[in-house]
């Protein structure tokens, strides 16, 4: 069980907007910066979001983040075919003294 | 452009030692960055292996930490995973990554290499 909880698949449409939810704890979440990773098929996770909502050079503004409390969200709008990917949240964990992820959500645009 | 490259074997047999590279590329190891290993067992999320330092200060994950050697060779920019002791639980993707800390933040993990896969078994 990851320690980050995440829906294991969403769809929607293209040209829609989707959320993606990591809930976690005061020991992780509650008290740290969330990062989001996309992994397409066959390729290496890329960072897709960083400091709770900034976004690298390079990622469309189509992809924003979000934290309130021991939750994060990652929201894409105009959803196209391409993202079709898996999605993570990641973060540390004060007492586990480790960095933690989420189980990944598997994003399907139909 | 950072890249990151995971090579080493991609079977190991039950009780043997699972040893990986990573060669990064575009950047220097000795640059103020942390290095890390995180794996992906089949059908499961994301698990932090452990992560070092130019200087060899290390961090290990605790479930892993009985078992477990990373090290770092800056002439090679270079550096390498060494995991005691697999069970076919260590059957996993195991990727490599930059990790990017900085003062006041958490950290985040980029780029990433494209991961290599090993399998535990006889």
């Known amino acids: 069980q990851s320690v980050l909880t995440q829906p294991p698949s969403l769809s929607a449409a293209p040209g829609q907007k989707v959320t993606i939810s990591c809930s976690g704890s005061s020991s992780n979440i509650g008290n740290h910066y969330v990062s989001w990773y996309q992994r397409l098929p066959g390729t290496a996770p890329k960072l897709l979001i960083y400091d709770n909502n900034k976004r690298p050079s390079g990622i469309p503004d189509r992809f924003s983040g979000s934290k309130s409390g021991t939750s994060a969200t990652l929201g894409i709008t105009g959803l196209q075919t391409g993202d079709e990917a898996d999605y993570y949240c990641?973060?540390?964990?004060?007492?586990?003294?480790?960095?933690?992820f989420g189980g990944g959500t598997k994003l399907t645009v139909l | 452009q950072v890249q990151l490259q995971e090579s080493g074997p991609g079977l190991v047999k039950p009780s043997e030692t699972l040893s990986l590279t990573c060669t990064v590329s575009g950047s220097s190891i000795s640059n103020n960055y942390y290095w890390g290993w995180i794996r992906q067992p089949p059908g499961k999320g994301l698990e932090w292996i452990g992560s070092i330092y130019h200087s060899g200060k290390t961090y290990y994950n605790p479930s892993l930490k009985s078992r477990l050697t990373i090290s770092v060779d800056p002439s090679k920019n270079q550096f390498s995973l060494m995991l005691r002791s697999v069970t076919a639980a260590d059957t996993a993707m195991y990727c490599c990554?930059?990790?990017?800390?900085?003062?006041?933040?958490?950290?985040?993990?980029?780029?990433w290499g494209q991961g290599t896969p090993v399998t535990v078994s006889s």
């Open positions: 990641g973060t540390w964990d004060n007492s586990l003294s480790a960095w933690v």
């Open positions: 990554a930059r990790i990017v800390v900085v003062p006041g933040a958490t950290g985040w993990f980029d780029p």
